[in-house]
């Protein structure tokens, strides 16, 4: 494993990027190289955009490429096919009008009405989360050189040696992190590979709209946000939580003037990589709030499990590592003083239901995104802390488990239903719904003066 997840390789990436500074513009080859790209424009302050590439595909031989189009209506044709094969005009022209109106409804999907960043006599930095056979990167590079830029540049953390020379030979500049060999394939280098969605592809853009718009702002008002921003650093830290004879590994984070941090439990098959919950603690610390998202079984456990699938449903084992993990936190220097909120997804908010009966004057708040709150069983009637349990409209099952906890806990509790979505909010904007209402729920029982008066009984 070269980098535990998307965001890790972007930071690492941005590293060789730095030089180019705000004046590039970074274009990601959507759905996986957004997360990537997001930390390389982050750091170089630079815009954050998304350039779509279709294949064009030969009609009955889909599979096989006779061009690509891409965003911005370019196309690029593979003329040796087209001439080998003697594709009729016509033919190839409403495939092109097929995957046109596709390229058009995902940008509408991704960027709404934004118009898309101007490229032309600009250094434009191509990033995806690797190459294998370079296919796909090499249409977007051949796409981008008819919008002039002044310079191209194609970043990957990692790629095979062959895809990574091919790019040499149509981009000015080619930074490739990694190229092992035998290669495998861009998944096998990551620790969690799990697929970016659409709803999460959408939120970076924004947020990443929002930091190269603050990059233009008077310096008055550039020294007031950097104030309020010096609560939220941007590194985490690795810690070790010991519990239960085995040792689990967590990410910490500790924004200063922090007053409560949050415990998040991951779903069956996940864990501390989670992009969704990743997403949802970048809004949480946007709160002044902390966040420690934990690997709920070890490696070697992962291992067993993804064959088994028996593990990720223990949900007495979880809940006994996540109370293990509430104790660490009420000893350890960074976070003892700090108010404990549970964030659990799926078979996680079950574990957390559990974990918040059991240290009821640890924990106090809880938040369920899409969860199996139905299966902490007794354990919901001794749940004091306030409860907001969310779920996708469109997940009808869940709604319903959740309907039936709501009664049964034992203090203030809330269901919350995000119209759309369905169990893992891929939507757009659904998981953006998430994480605003989360913030809001645990700024409100966590920080400041709502805390202190919640700790003297529920309100009315």
């Known amino acids: 494993m070269l980098f535990e997840d998307r965001f890790d390789a972007g930071q690492k990436l941005a590293e060789r990027l730095r030089d180019f500074g705000p004046d590039a513009v970074i274009l990601a080859l959507p759905r996986g190289g957004v997360p990537v790209a997001y930390q390389v424009a982050q750091a170089l302050g630079a815009p954050l955009d998304v350039f779509i590439v279709r294949k064009i595909g030969v009609p009955g031989q889909p599979e ?5 189009i891409a965003s911005g209506g370019i196309v690029v044709f593979n003329e040796d096919v087209l001439r080998l094969l003697g594709i009729p005009e016509q033919l190839v022209e409403a495939v092109i009008a097929r995957e046109r109106e596709e390229i058009e409804r995902r940008e509408q999907r991704y960027r709404g009405e934004r118009a898309p960043p101007q490229i032309r006599d600009k250094t434009v930095i191509l990033i995806d989360d690797g190459l294998a056979t370079g296919a796909t990167m090499l249409a977007a590079t051949r796409a981008v050189r008819e919008l002039e830029p002044a ?6 953390p990692v790629g095979s040696t062959q895809a990574c020379a091919l790019m040499s030979e149509n981009a000015d500049e080619v930074v490739c992190l990694k190229t092992p060999s035998p290669f495998f394939g861009v998944g096998a280098w990551y620790g969690d590979f799990e697929q970016t969605t659409d709803s999460e592809v959408h939120l970076l853009l924004e947020r990443g709209r929002q930091v190269h718009k603050r990059s233009d702002e008077p310096a008055v008002e550039q020294s007031a946000r950097r104030g309020a921003e010096e609560r939220s650093p941007m590194r985490e830290s690795l810690v070790r939580v010991t519990t239960e004879n085995v040792t689990l590994e967590a990410s910490l984070c500790v924004p200063r003037g922090a007053q409560g941090i949050v415990l998040f439990a991951h779903g069956s098959g996940s864990s501390r990589f989670s992009a969704r919950n990743r997403f949802v603690a970048a809004a949480l610390h946007e709160h002044g709030l902390g966040t420690l998202l934990i690997d709920l079984l070890t490696p070697d456990e992962e291992i067993v499990d993804r064959r088994t699938r028996h593990l990720r449903f223990d949900i007495g084992l979880l809940a006994r590592r996540l109370i293990g993990a509430v104790d660490w936190l009420t000893l350890n220097e960074a976070t003892q ?15 957390a239901l559990i974990a918040a009966a059991a240290r009821p004057d640890s ?7 899409g969860g199996r709150s139905d299966l902490a069983a007794d354990a919901v009637s001794a749940v004091t802390a306030p409860t907001l349990l969310i779920v996708g409209g469109e997940d009808a099952q869940v709604i319903e488990l959740n309907r039936q906890v709501l009664g049964p806990l034992g203090g ?5 239903i995000i119209e759309g979505a ?3 909010f891929p939507e757009p904007g659904a998981l953006e719904q998430v994480a605003e209402l ?23």
């Open 438 to 460: 989360a913030g809001d729920w645990f700024e409100r029982f966590l920080s400041g003066e709502r805390s202190r008066e919640y700790a003297d009984g529920p309100p009315p």
């Open 337 to 351: 003083t700090l108010r404990i909120g549970l964030f659990g997804a799926s078979t996680g908010a079950a574990a």
């Open 151 to 156: 310079k191209l540049v194609v970043a990957v």
């Open 64 to 68: 096989l490429a006779m061009g690509a």
């Open 422 to 424: 369905s169990h893992l």
């Open 412 to 416: 203030l509790a809330r269901l919350e």
């Open 363 to 369: 924990i106090r708040a809880l938040v369920s995104r």
